[in-house]
């Protein structure tokens, strides 16, 4: 049994400021016990050392939910995000290195340069929708959506079906029950369609490669593994994008000075990382055995979180000063199930920020960044809205930038899906 929680991680509180929860956990221990759910308890690991020794030893800490999760009703909230499913994310060992390995060959088929000029595209897009109109929500209008385009594209589905994915998406993270049973309903149809499709006949995108990679995923496989790209891939990206859009546009050390020395967008994704990072309470670990982790124990199969965000704020952790390398923050998790996607979501978000801020360079918050109102749920550090107001421009006549840049563009948008061949003849797709 878990011990009666401390804390709740759910709820407007919790949301509004959740670093003040952790600084008072602390005085509890770094391993301390809290309810996620209504009803639902786990164990979150909010001290940094006591984090890395989790992540870092998959002999005694398990990526499996099987036993826990049956121990929850069928339409448990928390299902969703740690119920079992045959993909990277949830598997252990051998079956984990499988996994692990057809999607790290996967994405490392897709061109960094190519992967840029698509975000170019399609930010581009979404600015031209608002930008004559003086006002946005950066979250709803522009986070939201980049991310999920970039995916139907990287899917190899026709650009008339990235709404229905927009749509589907954005249903299951706002939406009340019964708008969430209707988006998700959306987006099964969308992943079925999508894998007709593909079946049907391959092509240049992620989808195909995954059907045809050597390593031979079964097509549940393959589904849930598509599943583990869109939640991996939209979600955190989402909320890197808009959480570093909120800290520039309230800090103007990220203006550019006539004496130069201004923080770039690199610095604002690396705040970001380490001190607000999208998924701030993850990695959900189940120990094999009864275990004692830092003073606590904690018996076998239980629910242990990790706390990337408490545990980078950690006064025996880490540095605090914010370093452009990102020291050895654990927002992209560490040990065997390290981020395999962290270079083409460090482009997406990099390159959705720089775009924006080039395009509209007097963006200002339309509140106080302190005002700001963060949706409730203890997995995630996301904004529910962004809102901002600029001086109204057309998309052919944008100013001069202001802001610094890490990348410029060098060339046009690529017609065609970005991607890598084959590293080696293994690789090859079957002939047709």
């Known amino acids: 049994m878990t011990a009666t929680p401390l804390a709740a991680l759910h709820g407007p509180d919790f949301a509004r400021d959740p670093q003040a929860l952790y600084d008072w ?33 998959p002999d005694i800490w398990s ?28 598997a252990d060992g051998q079956q984990h290195a499988r996994y692990r390995r057809v999607v790290t060959d996967c994405l490392a088929r897709i061109e960094p340069h190519r992967l840029r000029d698509l975000v170019h595209q399609v930010a581009d897009s979404l600015i031209a929708e608002f930008s004559g109109t003086g006002t946005a929500d950066l979250v709803g209008q522009y986070a939201r959506q980049l991310p999920l385009i970039i995916f139907n594209h990287l899917f190899g589905m026709p650009d008339e079906r990235a709404p229905q994915l927009v749509r ?17 309903a959306d987006f099964e149809q969308y992943l079925a369609e999508l894998l007709s499709a593909k079946k049907a006949q391959r092509g240049n995108d992620l989808p195909s490669w995954l059907l045809d990679h050597p390593l031979g995923l079964t097509e549940v496989e393959v589904f849930h593994h598509i599943v583990l790209l869109v939640g991996a891939g939209n979600e955190p990206t989402t909320n890197l994008i808009s959480n570093a859009l909120s800290r520039m546009l309230s800090d103007d050390r990220y203006y550019s000075t006539l004496a130069g020395g201004a923080l770039t967008t690199r610095h604002a994704l690396e705040d970001v990382l380490r001190n607000e990072p999208p998924m701030a309470n993850y990695g959900a670990h189940y120990p094999l055995r009864d275990t004692d982790l830092h003073g606590t124990r904690i018996p076998a199969r239980q629910l242990v979180l990790v706390s990337y965000a408490a545990a980078n704020t950690d006064p025996a952790g880490l540095d605090r000063n914010p370093l452009v390398n990102g020291g050895a923050h654990l927002a992209w998790s560490a040990g065997p ?27 200002e918050l339309a509140v106080a960044r302190t005002d700001l109102e963060w949706r409730p749920g203890p997995f995630h550090r996301a904004l529910h809205s962004l809102p901002v107001h600029f001086t109204p421009i057309a998309p052919s006549s944008r100013g001069a930038q202001l802001w610094p840049s890490i990348a410029s563009r060098s060339t046009r948008p690529a017609a065609t899906l970005p991607l890598r061949p084959p590293t080696s003849a293994a690789w090859a797709p079957p002939s047709r």
């Not at 956990?25 to 979150?44: D, F, K, N, Q, T």
């Not at 499996?64 to 949830?90: E, H, Q, Y």
């Not at 589907?168 to 998700?184: D, K, P, S, W």
């Open 25 to 57: 956990l602390r005085l509890h221990g770094p391993v301390v016990p809290v309810e996620i759910a209504p009803g639902i308890p786990a164990y979150l690991v909010i001290g940094y050392w006591a984090a890395r020794e989790v992540l870092q030893n």
């Open 63 to 90: 990526k499996d939910p099987t036993i826990w999760a049956g121990g929850l009703p069928p339409d448990s909230p928390v299902l969703g995000m740690l119920g079992p499913r045959p993909n990277a994310l949830f």
């Open 168 to 184: 589907a998406l954005a249903g299951l993270i706002e939406a009340t029950r019964e708008q969430a049973a209707r988006a998700t």
């Open 337 to 363: 199930h390290t981020c395999p996607a962290q270079s083409p979501a460090v482009i997406i978000a990099s390159t959705a920020v720089e775009d924006l801020t080039s395009a509209l360079p007097d963006l």
